[in-house]
């Protein structure tokens, strides 16, 4: 019951060593609003076990092999919207929360306690034990993310999916998508058609790149929030725009469109602040994605506008946050975009590599929350350590310590706990073309961060951490997950 990561609240192992055994006969038992989940869970368990494992709907007390119980109702309020309380006996396993939300994370807890080869999608020998007690779970932030640049080097839906369904097993709730780039244009626009036939055709190092139509885009939102993942879309505004600029000369000041870029520069790419077509792409294309985007948050972007002189910065933001506004919902952005001041229910995500930003103190001072994303501490592309095959390391190196040992509720001079909305591991894909890189990046630095967002800081533990970590190893082979030994690491 001790190797969960993220670590729990509290877990109360049973003193008598009591244990639950999975057998062919065990149901799933679910009520009203919780069936979903149950599919989910009997999903994650029948490849490996070989059972039936039927999700049934009535409760019953002569249940044979056993019941994985899952309740929706009343819980201690502690426990929030996303908590959930995990009893396991001899009889069965019983879990429980407020949403369906907090069933899912209490799912993502058992699998952890079943043996790694439960992960396996091909039939493995039992015995399917669970060890007995009692796990209290809840998260200390709200917005867990992981972000995934998908405009560098492009990925297909179903390798988003494969990282989607990896994030899920840490209770990651968000995913930011990075749609859009100097060298990609990766989401369908009905009215603006070349950003993707033109603007998505190439990637880093000249691939073909790819794009997301309308349909696959909504499948992936679904596919995320089966598992509990809210996807916020980003378009990356006024610069880290090349591939808009050269998909429509319009678009241009000069009214000449670049060629297409498949270079790793940034800073050289601006929207023509002054035209007002500028305007009426940037809302045509928000207007489309906000339609495509079912949760609570567009991000536009706003980093690095090296090419923006800061008035026109200012000016441009001015514009388009309404924009965001009057499509009903809240704007996401790069903390820079902080200069244009806006509202307090914008979400500011902090990049920076110092643990002090005015911009940033301000804003907390306004009554905005932080979203915490340092780049020396949580971003996923910077290399473990000067052999580190990929990746870059323009913010250092980041081995697993390093991404794990930071307090995020005191990490910024004047950003106290409370302003803290949660943290984000942005991935980004200069040097990353496949399911294996991502893989290769995001673990075991990925669990790291995610734990810094769910457990409380009192289970903050290097060395625990450490034996978890290795822990994971068989499970993360058993699902193909290629990931970084890191030296710092006993695996098994
Ligand atoms: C900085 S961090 C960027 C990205 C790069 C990344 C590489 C940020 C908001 N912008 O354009 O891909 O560094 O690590």
Redesign the pocket.
């Known amino acids: 019951m001790t190797q969960v990561i993220p670590a729990p609240v509290s877990v109360t192992p049973d003193r008598h060593g009591g244990e639950f055994r999975l057998t062919p006969a065990t149901v799933i038992e679910t009520e009203r609003g919780a069936q979903r989940v149950g599919e989910y869970l009997a999903g994650l368990l029948r490849p490996a076990t070989g059972y039936r494992l039927p999700v049934v709907p009535e409760r019953r007390h002569d249940r044979d092999g056993g019941r994985i119980s899952l309740e929706l109702g009343r819980v201690a309020a502690e426990l929030g919207d996303e908590g959930y309380e995990l009893d396991v006996d001899r009889r069965g396993v019983e879990l429980k929360a407020r949403t369906a939300a907090g069933l899912f994370a209490g799912v993502q807890t058992l699998r952890q306690l079943l043996p790694p080869r439960i992960e396996s999608d091909r039939e493995q020998r039992g015995p399917w034990t669970v060890a007995g007690g009692k796990i209290v779970d809840y998260p200390r932030f709200e917005h867990r993310g992981a972000m995934l640049?998908v405009s560098?080097h492009f990925f297909s839906p179903d390798e988003v999916k494969r990282y989607i369904d990896q994030i899920a097993m840490y209770k990651i709730n968000r995913l930011h998508l990075h749609l859009s780039?100097d060298q990609g244009w990766r989401i369908q626009i009905d009215g603006w058609p070349r950003l993707t036939t033109h603007g998505g055709s190439t990637e880093v190092g000249g691939g073909p790149g790819g794009y997301y139509t309308k349909d696959q885009f909504r499948d992936l939102v679904a596919y995320a929030a089966e598992r509990h993942i809210e996807v916020i879309p980003e378009i990356d505004l006024p610069g880290?725009t090349n591939a808009a600029l050269a998909s429509y000369a319009e678009l241009n000041c000069d009214g000449v469109a670049p060629p297409l870029y498949t270079g790793i520069e940034?800073g050289f790419s601006s929207l023509c602040i002054d035209k007002e077509i500028t305007y009426r792409f940037v809302e045509d294309v928000l207007t489309e994605l906000a339609e495509l985007t079912p949760g609570e948050y567009l991000h536009i972007g706003g980093?690095?506008a090296h090419s923006t002189p800061e008035a026109d910065y200012i000016k441009f933001f001015e514009r388009v946050l309404p924009i965001v506004e009057s499509l009903g919902k809240k704007v996401a952005g790069?903390h820079e975009f902080l200069k244009a001041t806006p509202s307090t229910s914008a979400l500011p995500q902090y990049?920076g590599t110092t643990d002090s930003n005015s911009l940033v103190t301000d804003a907390v001072e306004r009554g905005n929350k932080i979203l915490l994303s340092p780049?020396n501490k949580s971003?996923l592309?910077?290399k473990y350590d000067e052999n580190t095959p990929l990746g870059?390391s323009?913010?250092g190196f980041i081995e697993v310590d390093e991404a794990y040992g930071w307090n995020p509720g005191q990490y910024m001079r004047g950003v106290p706990e409370s302003a803290i909305l949660g943290v984000e591991a942005?991935l980004?894909s200069?040097t990353l073309e496949t399911s294996d890189h991502i893989e290769f990046m995001a673990f075991p630095r990925l669990p790291a961060i995610a734990e810094l967002a769910w457990s409380p800081w009192s289970t903050h533990d290097w060395e625990s951490f450490r034996t978890r970590l290795a822990a994971q190893a068989p499970r993360w082979e058993a699902q193909a997950i290629d990931f970084y030994r890191s030296p710092q690491i006993d695996w098994p």
């Open positions: 640049d560098r780039d880290h940034v980093d690095e790069w990049w780049a971003y592309d910077m870059l323009w913010a942005p980004w200069e």
